[in-house]
């Protein structure tokens, strides 16, 4: 919708790089931890990036250590309030150089093709789960020879990360 687009517009700058991080997920054996987020999210403000969280109802205890880490991060949700969350995460895919995100809802959300997503996966299959989309990558506890989430490392996905954009 071009009205959101326009309302979302306003919060970006175009002379800024975004990273989306989306640290939850309905069922927790599918949480890859929030300190991996946080280091992922370290190594990235430190390239210039802003960071864009997108938190559920359901990790509010996250969004209270997102805020206090990373105080001028963005949580576009409690910005703008005219459109649903689905509307609204979907329509910030357009201002995002990348997003990161746990296999869930956010990260269905966060498949639209308008930015490359990086899914990690942990217990379920991927191929499953994802979208066939050219720029959507999935990192998956199987490449560590097990189904807990917690196996990838943040050295995988920063890899993952330097091999989409320029960093």
């Known amino acids: 919708d071009p009205i ?11 002379n800024k790089k975004y990273l989306g991080i989306a640290p939850g997920a309905g069922e927790k054996e599918k949480i890859w931890p929030l300190e991996n987020f946080i280091k992922i999210c370290d190594h990235m403000t ?5 960071l864009v969280f997108f938190v559920g109802p359901n990790e509010l205890f996250m969004k209270k250590i997102l805020k206090k880490q990373y105080p001028d991060s963005i949580f576009i949700e409690e910005l703008v309030h005219k459109f649903s969350n689905i509307e609204v995460i ?6 995002l150089n990348l997003a990161i995100a746990n296999d869930s809802g956010v990260s269905h959300m966060l498949s639209t093709g308008n930015c490359p997503l990086i899914k990690l996966f942990g217990p379920k299959d991927p191929e499953k789960f994802t979208p066939i989309r050219k720029n959507i990558y999935t990192i998956s506890s199987n490449e ?9 490392t943040i050295e995988r996905v920063i890899k993952e990360i330097s091999n989409l954009i320029s960093i």
């Open 4 to 14: 959101i687009e326009k309302s979302i517009s306003k919060i970006f700058s175009k």
């Open 46 to 50: 430190k390239k210039n990036f802003e």
């Open 90 to 95: 979907m329509a910030s895919t357009k201002f």
């Open 144 to 152: 560590f020879n097990s189904f807990d989430i917690n196996s990838i």
